[in-house]
């Protein structure tokens, strides 16, 4: 049947294509493609006459995929000027002449000699010209004219994918688009129905339907849940010549997965969960953890737990893990065991993202019922802070209290609890602790330029139960006292030159002070006052903590006076103010006229004839005092090795005389002398004390006579009592022994020996800091105790 249809396309090709054809350039070059006869007659009534001739065609057909033995037959070119005689020659240019088509140049016949594939080359351009052999001259102008190459169904529909990805929501309507499949032919859509493709479903069905036109693919079932099945597999046939038999076929799967909506509430799989926590756990314990289960995925399975208000939401927490969508229970507030045993709880899970389309199923929470149970333990005290933060003056007097520390026992037993400083946080041994009311007191002088905080660590134990501890940090903050006095900031090296002006500046001094006020530092500069007025010098105050030092007169002589002495007085403005004297060295050198120091040798200071009367004189008065101060130094030394360690008998206090041996205890009477004691009469004159050095020099008060009272005891109390009343006495403390016992003390025995049917333990922790010889007694009273009982 293609042979023919072939066949009869060849026959009406060779039969109409001079006498149908039409020229492509009518407008442009109509003279190339018609020749016009005119003949015009001697009489003016003669109508013009125009002859058409056969050098004129449009286009040639020709089928694709020719499978014959011979060459495909395309066409003749043919003109009138062609008498048969062979003188004319036909050529043929353009697209694929003389490779795809060939032509008799004597005949004018055009034969395809290959096969043609209208998908690779749906049209052929080609020119044709008729020449004279003889002459070479062109009959006809070069014409232009088509091969037109007709399609046939040889190309089945291709799909764009050979295997397409989509999704759609679970629950979806029917009808709803998933994706739209795309199959294309490469044969001549407007020839015939080869391209026409129509669409249908293979595997898939009853699930999903296509659209046989568009290729849409879409849902055929309603409520499809994700939770029952997930993946789809759906093949499509893609058919052209409209679906008819005999069409050529092209197939693509489509992978279909089913997306998660929200449609299903979370669920516990429990209805009550257990637990039980210790009264002394942490606050943020985990108590355990809860799970409610959801079918959906991603965030529409994403929940939230919550405490609903009632019994233990102030107490307990929920926290979700968003890992692994479980509630997590802890601790809110310390529990008490005493106070509250079982805890019941209602926990809320609920889904953070619902769908608005899906709640009519139902609430999307669930509810589930903890109970929480309380186990009592013996609880280590608790302090009153977290932390404890003290301060004080640095001239806080050994042994005063500075601050303290509280605790007490939670348990209802309500154990006695001593108090005892971590001496790793206390090296030196600064501070000490009241074992029983936790008061910290000093033990050494305190510098806050040495040291300005201490952070030290005390720890409350239960009398009853050692194990049962606790500790917190105690932070002591030393507050300033303006106790330094200014002084040079460094060594200055100062220099005049010899031709200096009054008025220059020759040094700018600085100080520093240890001290570090509140208000900040704040220094005047003045000239000492036995010097008040110096010829040569002159101290100006900047008001910035800084002092120039200013020449006076006009030129200095290295040989008169090679070195000057500028003694400064220095003070601060803090409470007490504090001044010092520093002294300013300044020597005399020769300069240039831009003052650059060039000389300060020693030769300057001697000259040839020897040293200067003044200069002698102040070597001997420096001999002089120095040897007075040496006299003076060695009267005072003898006279105080030969005065007794007590001068006087109203001073009946006695110095501590520290030994590098045990002593003799109370049998030993000879570090000091008791005669005072035994006979008051023998005392002398009130006298300064010679333990210390008194700073200031004060009136002595005399008191009355006491030769006539012969009672110790009366003696004792009436000069307490004076000493206390005494308002020119210095502010410090000494240690008076006395031999005289006195009555009964209500405290009775103070013995050790008989400490050990006492109620309270004592501390002989620092037996064991005494060394090897106090070992075995460390070993008999050993034990942890508080610093100070």
Known sequence: MRTHYCLSLFIWTYMFHIVDAIPLEEKANSDLLNTRAVDLTKDDNKMLHRTKRGWMWNQFFLLEEYTGTDTQYVGKLHTDQDKGDGNLKYILTGDGAGSLFVIDENTGDIHAAKKLDREEKSLYI??????????????????????????????????????????????????????????????????????????SILQGQPYFSVDPESGIIKTALPDMSRENREQYQVVIQAKDMGGQMGGLSGTTTVNITLTDVNNNPPRFPQSTYQFHSPESVPLGT?????????????????????????????????????????GIITVKQNLDFENKMLYTLRVDASNTHPDPRFLHLGPFKDTAVVKISVEDIDEPPVFSKLYYL?????????????????????????????????????????????????????????????????????????INNSKQSSHIPVFIRILDINDHAPEFAMYYETFVCENAKPGQLIQTVSVMDKDDPPRGHKFFFEPVPEFPLNPNFTIVDNKDNTAGIMTRKDGYSRNKMSTYLLPILIFDNDYPIQSSTSTLTIRVCACDNQGNMQSCNAEALVLSAG???????????????????????AALKRQRKKEPLIISKDDVRDNIVTYNDEGGGEEDTQAFDIGTLRNPEAREDSKLRRDVMPETIFQIRRT???????????????RLKENDSDPSAPPYDS????????????????SSLESLTADCNQDYDYLSDWGPRFKKLADMYGGDDSDRD
């Not at 004219?145 to 007709?150: P, S, Y």
């Not at 500075?402 to 206390?426: C, E, F, W």
């Not at 040293?611 to 130094?633: D, K, N, W, Y």
Request: aromatic share 8%.
């Open 126 to 199: 080609l020119r044709a010209k008729a020449i004279d052999r003889k002459t070479g001259r062109q009959v006809e102008p070069e014409s232009e004219f088509i091969i037109k190459i007709h399609d046939i169904n040889d190309n089945e529909p291709k799909f764009t994918k050979d295997l397409y990805t989509a999704s759609v929501p679970e629950m979806s309507g029917v009808g709803t688009s998933v994706i739209r499949v795309t199959a294309t032919d490469a044969d001549d859509a407007n020839y015939g129905n080869s391209a026409k493709v129509v669409y």
């Open 286 to 326: 985990h108590l355990g953890r809860i799970k409610a289960n959801d079918p959906d995925v991603g965030e529409n399975a994403e929940m939230e737990y919550s405490i609903a208000e009632g019994d233990g939401a102030d107490m307990f927490d929920v926290i979700t893990d968003k890992d692994t969508q479980e």
């Open 390 to 462: 003290i301060e004080v003056d640095e001239d806080v007097k050994e042994g005063s209290i500075i601050g303290q520390v509280t605790a007490y026992d939670p348990d209802a037993m309500n154990n006695l609890i001593k108090y005892s400083i971590d001496r790793h946080t206390d090296m030196d041994r600064i501070f000490s602790i009241h074992s029983e009311n936790g008061s910290i007191f000093t033990l050494k002088p305190l510098d806050r330029e040495s040291s300005p905080w201490h952070n030290i660590t005390i720890t409350a134990t239960e």
């Open 611 to 633: 040293l200067s009367t003044g200069a002698l004189i102040a070597i001997l008065l420096c001999v002089v005092i120095l040897l007075v101060l040496v006299v003076l130094f």
């Open 704 to 718: 009355v006579p006491l030769w006539e009272n012969i009672d110790v005891q009366d003696f004792i109390h009436r």
């Open 735 to 750: 240690l008076a022994t006395y031999a005289y016992e006195g009555n009964d003390s209500i405290a009775e025995s103070l």
